[in-house]
């Protein structure tokens, strides 16, 4: 045990005393002739009285004394934290992505050892081995106290990369050098790294080392297999442990959507599984990543790109000519087959399904009804590949022409007849290929050098056939052309699909050359293998896509796949929309293992807070003085002092704490826990979107800061008391009215502290035209209701929501404040009025945050933000938590104390 005011003992010397004082009797009586004293002998005689107190009360109210002095001087039984922080402390911290499944559990152990330390009035240095970005190096920072070290650890979230603890090892030998020395308690992620040698040496240095981690957590990763050749097989690692595991992969949409739920199970001391999803190329190019289902944090994500995505590709068939062995399809259908969905059979078949791409081998397109409606589908997007052959360039009387109707799907004019290269007539040999230009989508492959062209068809020379070509021979003439038409375009080889004029067609370039014009069908434009990409969107360590930190670098192309991230490359989206490229936590890591004991090891889930047992000290004294005073009353022998006896026996009796279930049922819920609450409006969809909107925002709230929120209420202003809810969130209806006893309970309930958050649901009212909709999901009128609903209501002077304001940093750092929707102005009370103490009471938007709030009762979240999906969602979330803090705190962050930390925060 011990005492944090030990000084308050030295009232204990005061017990004699007041042993003395209780024990003390009074003087002698003095002897004195009294006549009348034998009429006195005559009366009955009284009980003599007590001269001094029993033995008995003496102990009790020395005893109370006692147990007063013991409990001012705040005794606290040590639990786990004996010995680790009873002088200044090194905190050392593993916040990289292997934390983030158990970040909770390591920041409560924090918590406890962060009491230990405000006790004992001592401080700690705090050294994070994964870097905060690259920009700033791992060091270990001065001592400060528990408060300061608690406001850092708070918001903390783990990193989207790996621990760098070669760093970290530098920093300690630099900490060991200034002759620094003390205690090391070591929060470990439990994952070995090649750097754990030194690194445990340079924590020995330091002093003792105490490590805390979870010895039997489930540390995964999901990594793309990287030789499969379905583009969604996937590789779960996981630390070896001596029972089997069974997870699930989900795949989802970019909205948030579940496509399907994949099993993967490890054996006993197996440290991988390979899972491979088999879908439909329409299900299939939906899939934006893959998640280990109820694993949190980034590790249990697989971003996609559109390397990933197989398009579906349309062969027409030539059914005079095509045979399985042989054909103008056969080496078509070997070169696709890997790398897309393909799908036979007539023009009409093929064009009753979306496709990206269809390619034509020669003759497929001799009738002008199918140059018709593939010239159709081309201009609405569509990528037709066309290739060379006899009936291509015969004359209009050849069978398949027809010399009414010009054929439009060449991308340039052609001349008559073919050119022969090679032959026992001819002076001229096959040509090999040229070096393909840099604005070819084929720009990065290598040429085999024994790729040649026997025959090919010949474009007509144009000042504009260079911008026109993506291949030429040799010599110099085109081999592949193109040109746009309309949304899509038209690509010509001007050699056949089969081995007959080229043996192109049996080399690995046919592939290579094929699979990227399918890509480029897509929109993606193939970047050069040292073309850099800028990262876009990267994961944090919530498994959320946000803007990239400070210092995050471009990486080349062609390093995707085997760049590990870091905290220079974090995981995320990097390059332009129509060539990104995505860099996974799992990309380029190595087999997982555990990591070696670093000094003495304990589970972090046992550190619980140390046992003040003050307060019960204090509560036994106050019993004892009690208990002394009902029996000085009993004893006087009135009958008004024997029943205040047993009132305070009574009282004593009574003052256990009511359980829940000893609750009246009259008594609301909202009385008994924090809740939020909406509105009700009548619309039953409406009222089902706010109910949802804010339980998926109290779950939000619940699971990453202090406060509990229970499960949020629907009211109605006028019957229901307001007052147990610190925010209450009001959708705007076209046919929204107000009463009086409305305007009058809400006027109330913001004068007493309670903030209005009124969404108009996707209209913004102050730019909106009367009956207009400019978003999907607002009503007609929405300007018109806003205008009755607030008709009478007390609002102060409105000013639009910027970064400026408390509301943007009461818990996270906002800039925008998006739902649903993005863009539209957020107003709020204007910065200086004194009403509720400088807190706004309404805040007024028109992003409908109910709808990104939203999680049904399957625990999806059915309506998908736009523009920018699952990232948009997570500032919605955020603009959420801020705004339940705002109303649960007010402006305390407004207070300059908190300047110093929130400009770190922003960098500047």
């Known amino acids: 045990m011990m005492l944090l005011a030990p000084w308050l003992l030295v009232g204990l010397a005061a017990l004699p005393v007041i042993w003395w004082l209780l024990h003390a009797l009074p003087p002698a009586p003095r002897p004195q002739s009294f006549p009348p004293a034998s009429l006195l002998r005559a009366l009955d005689a009284t009980p003599p009285d007590t001269n001094a107190a029993p033995l008995w009360r003496l102990i009790l109210r020395c005893l109370a004394m006692g147990l007063l002095v013991l409990g001012l001087a705040q005794p606290v039984f040590p639990r786990g934290q004996t010995g680790l922080a009873d002088t200044d402390c090194l905190i050392v911290v593993d916040n990289g992505w292997a934390a983030a499944a158990t970040w909770s559990a390591r920041l409560h152990a924090l918590d406890g050892l962060l009491d230990h330390l405000a006790r004992t009035g001592h401080g700690a240095r705090l050294l994070l081995t994964a870097p905060d970005d690259a920009l700033t190096p791992v060091s270990v920072q001065p001592v400060r106290q528990a408060q300061v070290l608690r406001g850092m650890l708070d918001p903390l979230l783990p990193r989207a990369w790996p621990v760098d603890r070669m760093a970290a090892t530098q920093a300690l030998g630099q900490l060991a050098r200034q002759g620094w020395h003390g205690p090391v308690i070591y929060v470990s992620d439990g994952l070995a790294t090649p750097a754990d040698g030194g690194f445990a040496t340079a924590l020995a240095a330091i002093g003792p080392v105490h490590e805390m981690q979870v010895p039997d957590s489930d540390i995964t990763l999901l990594a793309p297999l990287a030789d499969g050749s379905n583009g969604l097989a996937t590789r779960l690692h996981a630390v070896p442990r001596s029972h089997p595991r069974t997870w699930q992969i989900r795949l989802e949409t970019a909205t948030g959507g579940t496509l399907g739920l994949l099993p993967v199970t490890l054996a006993a001391g197996q440290e991988q599984a390979d899972v491979t999803p088999q879908l439909p190329a329409e299900l299939r190019n939906r899939v934006d990543h893959l998640s280990l289902d109820g694993m949190t944090g980034p590790a249990g994500i697989r971003l996609l790109d559109e390397r990933e995505r197989q398009r579906p590709v349309g062969l027409i068939a030539n059914a005079a000519s095509d045979t399985p062995l042989m054909g103008s399809l056969f080496y078509l259908r070997r070169a696709l087959q890997p790398v897309a969905e393909l799908r036979e059979g007539d023009l009409d078949a093929l064009l009753a399904r979306p496709l990206s791409v269809i390619i034509a081998p020669d003759g497929t397109l001799g009738s002008p009804d199918s140059r018709r409606k593939v010239d159709a589908w081309v201009r609405a997007g569509g990528t037709l590949i066309r290739f060379a052959g006899p009936l291509l360039i015969q004359g209009p009387d050849a069978p398949g022409q027809d010399q009414a109707h010009a054929d439009t799907l060449l991308p340039v004019p052609l001349m008559g007849g073919e050119r022969v290269l090679g032959g026992t007539m001819s002076w001229s040999r096959p040509e090999h290929l040229a070096p393909f230009p840099a604005s070819s989508p084929f720009h990065d492959l290598d040429i085999p050098a024994d790729v040649t062209v026997s025959r090919q068809v010949l474009a007509q020379p ?72 800028a990262p876009y969107m990267v994961l944090d360590g919530d498994g959320a896509l946000v803007a990239p930190p400070a210092g995050a670098q471009a990486l080349r192309a062609d390093a995707f796949g085997r760049t590990a991230p870091s905290a220079t490359h974090p995981p995320g989206l990097y390059g332009p929309r129509n060539s ?115 339980q998926g925002l109290s779950d939000y709230v619940n699971a990453r800061t202090s406060a509990v929120l229970g499960h949020p209420d629907g009211v109605v202003p006028e019957r229901d008391d307001l007052s147990y809810y610190p925010l209450i969130y009001w959708p705007v209806t076209a046919d929204a009215t107000t009463t009086p006893a409305r305007t009058a309970a809400l006027n109330t309930y913001m004068r007493h502290g309670g903030i209005l958050l009124i969404d108009a649901q996707g209209q913004d009212p102050a730019t909106a035209p009367e009956n207009a909709s400019g978003y999907t999901g607002s009503a007609p009128g929405t300007a018109a209701a806003l205008r009755r609903m607030t008709a009478g209501l007390d609002i102060p002077p409105l000013a639009r929501l910027d970064n400026r304001h408390v509301l943007a940093h009461t818990f996270y750092l906002l800039h925008d404040f998006p739902g649903r929707y993005d863009g539209m102005p957020v107003w709020v009370a204007q910065e200086g009025d004194s009403t509720n103490d400088g807190v706004s009471p309404v805040i007024i938007g028109s992003n409908d945050w109910a709808h990104a709030w939203a999680v049904d009762d399957t625990g999806n979240t059915p309506y998908a933000p736009v523009p920018d999906g699952a990232a948009q969602r997570v500032l919605a979330y955020r603009f959420g938590v801020n705004a339940v803090i705002y109303a649960l705190t007010g402006n305390y962050k407004a207070d300059q104390v908190h300047v110093p930390a929130l400009l770190k925060r922003l960098g500047e």
């Open 462 to 533: 144009s000042t504009d056939l260079d911008s026109h070509s993506w291949a030429r021979l040799t010599d110099g003439t085109p081999l592949v052309t193109h040109a746009a038409l309309g949304a899509g375009q038209v690509v010509l080889f001007h050699v056949t699909s089969t081995a007959e004029w080229s043996n192109l067609p049996l080399s690995g370039l046919f592939v290579s050359m094929l699979e990227h014009l399918i890509d480029q069908a897509s929109g993606i434009e193939t970047p050069a293998g040292a073309m850099p990409l």
């Open 580 to 694: 990104r490229r995505a860099l996974s936590p799992g990309d380029g890591a190595p087999a997982l293992a555990a990591q070696a004991p670093v000094g003495t090891v304990s589970d972090l889930r046992g550190q619980v807070a140390d046992i003040a047992i003050g307060p019960l000290l204090l509560l036994l004294a106050a019993l004892a003085l009690l208990a002394d005073g009902a029996i000085s009353v009993a004893q006087r022998g009135r009958k008004g002092g024997r029943g205040l006896a047993v009132g305070l026996v009574l009282a004593c009796a009574l003052a256990t704490p009511a359980h829940a279930d000893d609750i009246p049922a009259d008594v609301p819920r909202a009385a008994l826990e924090t809740r939020l609450a909406y509105i009700v409006t009548g619309h039953e969809e409406t009222d089902n979107v706010s109910r949802e909107g804010l």
